[in-house]
């Protein structure tokens, strides 16, 4: 996936961002399957379970059946034909998400060759703080931020000044 580009701004930026808001005594289920991302979790000291490649969209199965105090969704809202059935089944009180944000200057991702690589949603941040009120959650902190590219041309010039990425901490009281 990163074969020729790491994200090291993105990455360095949410693992401040996880740092700030969980403790590594939390427990965290990522979803999505193992990636750099959990691997830097994972030698940060957290204890990180991913889910298992199971199409989401049609099975919450392991969001209802492991244990854990904090989901993560980094970059994987935006493959999701329905994002709101996996909140509805978040059984814990905290969620990270971090999603690239729809821009006025180019088209939703689609890779040619990979189903799984292709953006259904980009999203507005109104949308999910819509998303996440809808399913109970409350945001209780967010960050926007640039994704600039060593390329030449009016849209990479656009990326330095034009926020692409959204990372926001919702918590919701499940206790009833």
């Known amino acids: 996936m990163y074969e020729k580009t790491y994200p090291s701004k993105r990455f360095n930026i949410t693992l401040?961002?996880?740092?700030?808001?969980?403790?590594?005594?939390?427990?965290?289920?990522?979803?999505?399957v193992p990636n750099p991302f959990s691997k830097i979790m994972l030698e940060n000291?957290?204890?990180v379970k991913n889910t298992k490649g199971e199409d989401l969209?049609?099975?919450?199965s392991t969001l209802r059946n492991e244990d854990y105090s904090v989901v993560t969704a980094f970059e994987i809202f935006e493959h999701l034909l329905n994002p709101y059935t996996i909140l509805e089944n978040v059984k814990s009180?905290?969620?990270?998400?971090?999603?690239?944000?729809r821009l006025w200057f180019s088209s939703?991702?689609?890779?040619?060759?990979?189903k799984w690589d292709r953006h259904y949603h980009e999203f507005?941040?109104?949308?999910?703080?819509?998303?996440l009120e809808k399913t109970g959650f409350k945001i209780v902190d967010s960050v926007k931020f640039t994704h600039p590219v060593k390329k030449i041309g009016f849209r990479p010039l656009l990326r330095y000044f034009t926020n692409r990425y959204y990372l926001v901490l919702a918590e919701?009281?499940?206790?009833?």
């Open 16 to 32: 401040d961002f996880l740092k700030k808001h969980i403790s590594t005594n939390e427990s965290i289920l990522d979803l999505g």
């Open 45 to 47: 000291g957290y204890t």
């Open 57 to 60: 969209d049609n099975d919450q």
């Open 93 to 101: 009180d905290k969620i990270l998400i971090s999603i690239p944000m």
């Open 108 to 114: 939703a991702y689609r890779s040619k060759t990979d």
């Open 124 to 131: 507005e941040d109104w949308q999910l703080d819509w998303l």
């Open 172 to 176: 919701r009281n499940l206790k009833k």
